[in-house]
């Protein structure tokens, strides 16, 4: 596991959390990096992504709006604030780092993901 996400824990409906990620042997500024979330009995699913310069972002319909991912490049961290939590956004969510350092192609596929950490959980209470 190359990369280290943290930051989950229970939160009710409305509150905020954010996860961080980073790593201990990547150089997490060479790549564009992602938030992937898998909740019970669904499959994995793209949160949001951000190139290596943190100028361009992008989102799933589902979180727009709600949640921010952003980096600094100094502390090699990314970061994923996520306000206005819903019960449906109970998930482990995992950071990846992508196969470049600009989303060139389908960013919201876990296959173009090279490196993953081992997830945190979030769980939003009703």
């Known amino acids: 596991v190359q990369l280290q996400a943290s930051g989950g824990g229970l939160v009710q409906a409305g509150g905020s959390l954010r996860l961080s990620c980073t790593s201990s042997?990547?150089?997490?500024?060479?790549?564009?990096m992602g938030w992937f979330r898998q909740a019970p009995g669904k499959e994995r699913e793209f949160v949001a992504a951000?190139?290596?310069?943190?100028?361009?972002?992008r989102y799933a319909d589902s979180v727009k709006g709600r949640f921010a991912i952003s980096r600094d490049n100094t502390k090699n961290t990314v970061f994923l604030q996520m306000n206005s939590l819903k019960p449906e956004d109970t998930a482990v969510y995992y950071c990846?780092?992508?196969?470049?350092?600009?989303?060139?192609?389908?960013?919201?596929?876990?296959?173009?993901?090279?490196?993953w950490g081992q997830g945190t959980l979030v769980t939003v209470s009703s």
């Open positions: 951000i190139v290596w310069s943190g100028t361009i972002t």
């Open positions: 042997t990547l150089t997490l500024s060479s790549y564009a």
């Open positions: 990846a780092s992508y196969r470049h350092p600009y989303l060139d192609g389908p960013y919201y596929s876990e296959d173009t993901y090279t490196n």
